[in-house]
Nanobody
Framework: VQLVESGGGLVQPGGSLQLSCAASGFTLDYYSIAWFRQAPGKKREGVSCISSSSSNTYYADSMKGRFTISSDNAKNTVYLQMNSLKPEDTAVYYC?????????????????????WGQGTQVTVSS
């Protein structure tokens, strides 16, 4: 099982980025995928989660309306479209996988729910 994030970089406030999480060694048809982020000196926090069939998605409150998670199971890739970026969005972004069809409505945001992790991609929002 391997997850590889890409798409991070430097963007100005108000700008957009799309992150990708490419999965290998397993099929997204049987896994839910979440995005997390971790800023320096802060705990890792849940950003969003998508179920294996894309039938349910969850977002952290501060990301609702700005971030969109999607999945292309044919490409075995999950995306995170981030719009209206703010300096406080600066962090390393990670994708994580759990072998369950659905994101847990009770704890999708908990890192302990996910046994598989990517290496992360840096997002910096700055003028």
């Amino acid at each position: 099982v391997q997850l590889v994030e890409s798409g991070g970089g430097l963007v100005q406030p108000g700008g957009s980025l799309q992150l990708s999480c490419a999965a290998s060694g397993f099929t997204l048809d049987y896994y839910s995928i979440a995005w997390f982020r971790q800023a320096p000196g802060k705990k890792r926090e849940g950003v969003s989660c998508i179920s294996s069939s894309s039938s349910n998605t969850y977002y952290a409150d501060s990301m609702k309306g700005r971030f969109t998670i999607s999945s292309d199971n044919a490409k075995n890739t999950v995306y995170l479209q981030m719009n209206s970026l703010k300096p406080e969005d600066t962090a390393v972004y990670y994708c994580a996988a759990d072998r369950t069809y659905y994101c847990s409505g009770y704890g999708w945001w908990a890192p302990s729910e996910y046994p598989y992790w990517g290496q992360g991609t840096q997002v910096t929002v700055s003028s």
